[in-house]
Structure formats: structure tokens, C-alpha cells
């Protein structure tokens, strides 16, 4: 059963607060640049329609701790389209429980919707984590007696078109895992949006399969980290295939072992994992050509939003290497246009995640000493890395602040290292010490001339040597596995075109 609900923002919102909407199986890494969320906004106070949301009603409650037979008010909604949409208003609302602000604001004055980091002093900006209550934009107001009358009415109706704004929201249920992950799935491939007669096809009761819990457990067990509810959800759809139990274990090898990608917290894009499953399932371990042309898949769509197949799941080729052939074929051919997004410093973004496989592909160690490990550990160590990344450590440490090194205090990786997050400024002293171990410090890229750049405060010039650094680092890295330029399709590789890479 389907119904169609106008939500305001606040009601959404207040759900949230009372743990009456959750993310569930279904949240994925925040993919939208500041812009998208910019765009998103001015939708918003224009008034103009948006996407609608698809939310659904779990089942029994149990995962939430609510018990069976409550009111639908008091029924917890799990998250199944318009996640990014949902955590734009959350971050930049500056929503107390959401670790990601996003800094957005409206100018009083021309009502555009602008970036904060953009912003003078002075200006007659709303914050738009003002706008969350009516506290907050009071105090906002009073800390600035110097806004005219006419700036402050419009600081009301900003706020109140913001809060007031509804969203079409179509709430599924009562419905469980499975037939929740293949709701999920039909949504989210090709771009096609569910009609009427397909969810009420996708709501009924399945033939019980594999559960996310299980596939999670599979993921922790093997050493490629805990699975996250998205890449588990994702693959309870295609769990019920013959040999899929046997298959995941196979798929985490192949990520791991032939594309270069240790964790599932590394993987740019969880939703290769359902489409290999399928792949295995069907056709057993990838080997030779078909290994190499699915490793080049997983890394070209890592960095690309090109097309992708119309339904990614449904296997067409009548052998392994056709079909993935399929799959590379559906994507991105060039490169042209890529190079690496430095402002990536979130490893809940494609983008972050690319960028720290292309420092680990470095070899960088521990400077210092820490909780469990010492100085000359490498990164990559599995126990390391494997900890971190389980415990959702952030593993890209600051040693410029942003505002030292970017106009505005954008981000940049510039300023950070791969590294375990240790005490405030003890990795400067180690990194400009006389005594430094200037080998180790070259597989962060800082060679001598970057660290005179640090240690005399020419932070400009830091930047952009260390910036050269990482772009070359990265981009080198995403090529040998992607191989762009090298043949594709059937017969032997061409020289310097090995099945390993």
C-alpha cells in the first residue's frame, strides 16, 4: 500500500527529531557539490515544485525499537528516495545531530541563496542554520541591531517559506527488508522512476533470501570492513540468486585483491557490489580479460558520472567477458574532462575516497606514535587501516587549516595527510623537525623545498607544490586501474597492458 503526504520541511525535520525518519538501510555517501545544494535551496525559496520523496514504513518497528500496532504517527519511516535532498536540509538547517554543516545562506538584500565562505563580514547574510527555530533567529537578529527593518522582515520570510516549503513524500508499507531493497534498487537504476503498478509489484511478500545482517557480517568477517546498510541493502536483492552466498565472499577478493580497494569505507561507489554479485553468481570468480575489463569498469565509473546501463543488474552477455564488456561499454570512454577533486576531504563522498586510494597508493607510514601503533607503521597496514576505518576514524588529518591555505577557507587536501588522527600540532613538530626522517615524509609528498614552504609560513607556495603532488599521485593511480586510452574489448592486451595491472 502507497499514499501521497505534502511534508513541510519542519515536519520532516520535527520526524527526524523524534527518530521518526531514519536513513536506515538506505543512506548513501553525501555526493552533492555546494552548488547542487545552492541550486536546491533557491528551488526552495522560489517556490517552485521539487522531487518528490519516497519513504518507507518498517515493517514491525523492530529496528527502530518501536513496537507493532502504533499510530501511523508514531510509525518510523526508513529513507528509500531523496536521502541527498533530506541531508542537504539537515546540514545546512545546522541540524544539532548532523556532523556535516553545510555553510548556506540568503543575502537580505537581493534574496539570493550564496555560499557562506564567500561572504564579508558585515553582509547582510542569513546564516541558513539560523533558520531552524525561532530562538536562533531572534538571537541572529539581535547580535545585528545595524540590519534595516526592511532586511529584517525579510529574515521572517525567509525563514518561514524555508520551514513552510512542502515536498510531495510517498510512504510505502508496511514492508520488510527484501522487497524494500528491491524498491531501493528500482529507483535507483537508470534514473527511472517507480510508477503505481511497480511498487505495488515490488511490496509483495518474496521468497525469504539472505539478510543485510548477514552480508555485513560477511564484510566484517573477511577483513574488508563492516558494510554500511547501503552496500547490504543494495545486495539483499540479488542475495536470493543461486550461488550468491557463495559469491560475496569472491566479490570482496576481486575489489580488494584486483582493483586495489582494502575496505568497503574505500570503495568509491557501493553500488558495484550487487552488480558483481550477480556477475559471480552467474559466471564464478572474474579471471583474465573479463577481470581486467571489470576492473576498469569499477574505476571508470568511480570518477565519472557517466550513463550507466538501464538496469545494471540484469546480466545480457552469454559469457564473463561479454558481459563485462556490457558494463564498460555503458560508461564513460574518456577522461578527458577528469582530474582530481582536491576539495574532496570527506570519505563519505566518490570523490574522497578516490583521492585517499591515490595517497595510500603512496606507501605513507605513521609519523608519530599513537593509540595501538607507532611511528614507520604503514597506512596500509590491514590491522591499521582496518581499525580506523571500521571505527569511521577520519583518516585525512589537517595540518594547514583550510583558511591558511584557500581564499574563504575552502577545503583542500592540501593541508591534510593520510594519517591517524593525533594531538593538535604534533605532526608539524615531527614534519619540520631538524632530525625529520625526510624518507618517510616523501610518501606524503612532502619533500625538503614543501617543508621549508611550511616551516617559514609561505603557505601559498605549500599549496600549490603539495597540490601538484597529489594531482599527479592520484591521477597516475586512477589510470592503472582504469586504462583509459588502452584497447578494450576481445584478444590478447596490448603491450604494457597486462591482466594485473
Known amino acids: 500500500m502507497a499514499r501521497l503526504l505534502a511534508c513541510s520541511i519542519a515536519q520532516l525535520v520535527d520526524r527526524f527529531d523524534r527518530g521518526l525518519l531514519r536513513f536506515g538501510y538506505f543512506r548513501r555517501p553525501f555526493r552533492w557539490e555546494d552548488e547542487e545544494v545552492i541550486s536546491f535551496f533557491d528551488i526552495i525559496l522560489r517556490g517552485y ?51 556535516r554543516s553545510l555553510e548556506i545562506g540568503c543575502d537580505l538584500d537581493t534574496e539570493e541563496v550564496v555560499d557562506l565562505r564567500d561572504v564579508v563580514d558585515g553582509d547582510p547574510v542569513l546564516p541558513l542554520r539560523a533558520v531552524g527555530s525561532v530562538n536562533l533567529l531572534d538571537q541572529w537578529l539581535g547580535d545585528r541591531p545595524w540590519l534595516s527593518s526592511e532586511q529584517v522582515g525579510r529574515a521572517g520570510r525567509v525563514a518561514s517559506r524555508i520551514l513552510d516549503y512542502t515536498i510531495p513524500v510517498t510512504v510505502i508499507g508496511p514492508i520488510g527488508d527484501q522487497e524494500l531493497s528491491e524498491v531501493f534498487l528500482r529507483v535507483n537504476s537508470g534514473g527511472r522512476r517507480l510508477t503505481g503498478s511497480e511498487i505495488s509489484h515490488a511490496t509483495r511478500p518474496r521468497q525469504s533470501g539472505a539478510s543485510g545482517a548477514a552480508l555485513r557480517d560477511v564484510g ?24 550468491a552466498a557463495e559469491a560475496f565472499p569472491v566479490v570482496i577478493s576481486f575489489l580488494r585483491d584486483r582493483a586495489g580497494v582494502p575496505h568497503v569505507r574505500l570503495l568509491p561507489k557501493e553500488d558495484v557490489i550487487p ?10 570468480a572474474p579471471s583474465g580479460r573479463a577481470a581486467e575489463m571489470l576492473r576498469r569498469w569499477v574505476w571508470r565509473d568511480a570518477v565519472t558520472d557517466g550513463p550507466r546501463p538501464a538496469d545494471p543488474l540484469a546480466l545480457v552477455g552469454p559469457d564473463p567477458l561479454s558481459e563485462a564488456l556490457r558494463l564498460l561499454e555503458s560508461g564513460v570512454k574518456s577522461a578527458a574532462h577528469w582530474k582530481p577533486d582536491l576539495e574532496a576531504v570527506d570519505l563519505r563522498s566518490a570523490a574522497g575516497r578516490v583521492n585517499a586510494l591515490g595517497m595510500l597508493s603512496a606507501h605513507p607510514t605513521t609519523l608519530v606514535a599513537g593509540d595501538g601503533w607507532g611511528p614507520g607503521v604503514p597506512v596500509e597496514d590491514p590491522r591499521l587501516l582496518g581499525d580506523l576505518l571500521d571505527s569511521n576514524a577520519d583518516l585525512l588529518t589537517v595540518i594547514v587549516p583550510d583558511q591558511e591555505l584557500r581564499p574563504g577557507g575552502r577545503h583542500t587536501l592540501a593541508g591534510r595527510l593520510l594519517h591517524p588522527a593525533t594531538e593538535p600540532g604534533r605532526l ?41 603532488w597529489l594531482d599527479g599521485r592520484i591521477a597516475r593511480h586512477v589510470q592503472s586501474y582504469a586504462r583509459w586510452g588502452f584497447r578494450d574489448g576481445r584478444g590478447l592486451p596490448g603491450f604494457g597492458e597486462g591482466g594485473e595491472g
Do not use: C, N, Y
Open 49 to 99: 515544485p521539487t522531487t518528490g520523496m519516497i519513504m518507507a514504513e518498517d515493517a514491525d518497528g523492530s529496528e527502530f525499537g518501536v513496537e507493532g500496532g502504533e499510530s501511523a504517527e508514531g510509525v518510523p519511516w526508513q529513507v528509500v528516495d531523496g536521502a541527498m535532498r533530506l541531508e542537504a536540509l539537515l546540514g545546512a538547517l545546522g541540524h544539532r545531530a548532523w556532523s
Open 428 to 468: 608539524r613538530e615531527v614534519i619540520e623537525a631538524p632530525d625529520r626522517d625526510r624518507a618517510a615524509l616523501a610518501k606524503h609528498g612532502l619533500e625538503p623545498h614543501a617543508v621549508d614552504m611550511l616551516r617559514s609560513g609561505r603557505f601559498d607556495e605549500f599549496a600549490g607544490v603539495r597540490s601538484e
Open 220 to 243: 566484517r568477517s573477511s577483513g574488508f570492513g563492516l558494510l554500511g546498510p547501503e552496500e547490504s541493502a543494495a545486495s539483499v536483492a540479488v542475495a536470493t540468486a543461486d550461488g
Open 275 to 284: 552488480v558483481l554479485i550477480r556477475f559471480v553468481a552467474r559466471f564464478g
